[in-house]
Every structure is written in structure tokens, then in C-alpha cells.
């Protein structure tokens, strides 16, 4: 059964302090891993990563895929209040399904 | 521009009533998705609609829960004799073939 797992679940941290959220994954067919900034309802999308060892980087935001381990990180540097959120993972499959498999999600609290 | 949109964005029900989730995707995206997100856990894959055919409906739970695309592009999910169970936000996602999926700001589903 494909799944994805996250951690840490919650993480409480200070302003400018730099974070690592973690995403293992076990999908059937893997085409791509997406990372996903969710506030109050609507997951924003932040990366989608393919290959192995290239950086994505958008800002104090970066991510990285190792596809011989299953796994991704997304960092964040020089954290603001303003990164608070769940940080949700997913996994995508090949065929002609594109449903994603979502982890639990990482909630981060940057505190001031 | 305009985004994926749902209506309503709270929905408060009693049990064994009937309840419809409407979503409208970003114009000229092919591909269009449900999910359900419980409390603390990540979204959760229902159906997936290519154009107007149901593509993938694997993660629909049971047959109380069905979803209909007529003219390929807004779509609503439809819960018959609705369940405690049932209350989560329903999310819905649009993309174009093959591309990232862009999610509404969901439907907070509550049954009484």
C-alpha cells in the first residue's frame, strides 16, 4: 500500500531559527514528490521535485529529493512568523490515476 | 486570476441528511480531484475526474458518497444520509494533464 510519513509532526521554533521538515515515502511507480504550505484551508503549492539531488529553491524555502533512500527534506531559513503552517508532502504515482498520497503533515509554529 | 473555487465554505448538516459540494476549477483544467481532510491529518485521495468521466473513484468510502463532472468542468460531490463520520473538509483540486494540482479553499462539512 503506497504511503507517505512526515516528521516531526509539530515543531515550535523562534524567529530566524532554520527548520528541516522530513518526507519518507513508499509510492507505487513514483513520478514525483510535491510539497505543499497549508494555512487555513487551501494548500498552496511550494515544489515538485522529480529527480534525484537537485536542489528546488524558492526564497529562504529549499527542498531536495533522494529517490535511492525515498525520502525529501524541506528547509527553511531565517524563519518568520509568517512560515507558521502544516507542511504536507505527497506522493505521486504514474498510470492514469494522478491522485496523490499525502502524509499527516508538519505543523510549524515560528514564534517571535 | 481566478483560482479553484468551492461553495459553500461551511456546510452544517444534520445526520441522515443529504448534502451537495460544489467545485469550480481553474478554466481549461482538464483534470479535476477530491479529497477529504479530517482533523490533523493530511488530505485524502476520493475521486479524480478526467473531462467529464471518472477517471480513478477508488477512494470514495462507501456508495453514499458520489460525484458527477456533466460538462467537464465544475464538478459536485454528493453524500447521501450523511454521518458523524463524514464531518472533514472537502477539498478540491484542478490541473491541467499531467501538471500540479492546485487546490480550493474546501467545503468545512459539520453533521450534527
Known amino acids: 500500500e503506497d504511503k507517505v510519513v512526515q516528521s516531526p509532526l509539530s515543531l515550535v521554533v523562534h524567529e530566524g531559527d532554520t527548520v528541516t521538515l522530513n518526507c519518507s515515502y513508499e509510492?507505487?511507480?513514483?513520478?514525483?514528490l510535491l510539497w505543499y504550505k497549508q494555512e487555513k484551508k487551501a494548500p498552496t503549492f511550494l515544489f515538485m521535485l522529480t529527480s534525484s539531488g537537485i536542489e528546488k529553491k524558492s526564497g529562504r524555502l529549499s527542498s531536495i529529493l533522494d529517490k535511492k533512500e525515498l525520502f525529501s527534506i524541506l528547509n527553511i531559513t531565517a524563519t518568520q512568523t509568517g512560515d507558521s503552517a502544516i507542511y504536507l508532502c505527497a506522493g505521486h504515482g504514474s498510470g492514469n490515476t494522478g491522485k496523490l498520497i499525502f502524509g499527516q503533515g508538519t505543523t510549524l509554529q515560528v514564534k517571535p | 486570476g481566478a483560482g479553484v473555487s468551492q461553495t459553500p465554505s461551511n456546510k452544517v448538516t444534520e445526520k441522515g441528511k443529504y448534502v451537495e459540494l460544489r467545485c469550480d476549477p481553474i478554466s481549461g483544467h482538464t483534470a479535476l480531484y477530491w479529497y477529504r481532510q479530517s482533523l490533523g491529518q493530511g488530505p485524502e485521495f476520493l475521486i479524480y475526474?478526467?473531462?467529464?468521466?471518472?477517471?480513478?473513484d477508488s477512494g470514495l468510502p462507501n456508495d453514499r458518497f458520489f460525484a458527477v463532472r456533466p460538462e467537464g468542468s465544475v464538478s459536485t460531490l454528493k453524500i447521501q444520509r450523511t454521518e458523524r463520520g463524514d464531518s472533514a473538509v472537502y477539498l478540491c483540486a484542478s490541473s491541467s494533464l499531467g501538471s500540479t494540482q492546485y487546490f480550493g479553499p474546501g467545503t468545512r462539512l459539520t453533521v450534527l
Open positions: 509510492v507505487t511507480n513514483f513520478r514525483s
Open positions: 475526474f478526467q473531462g467529464t468521466g471518472a477517471a480513478d
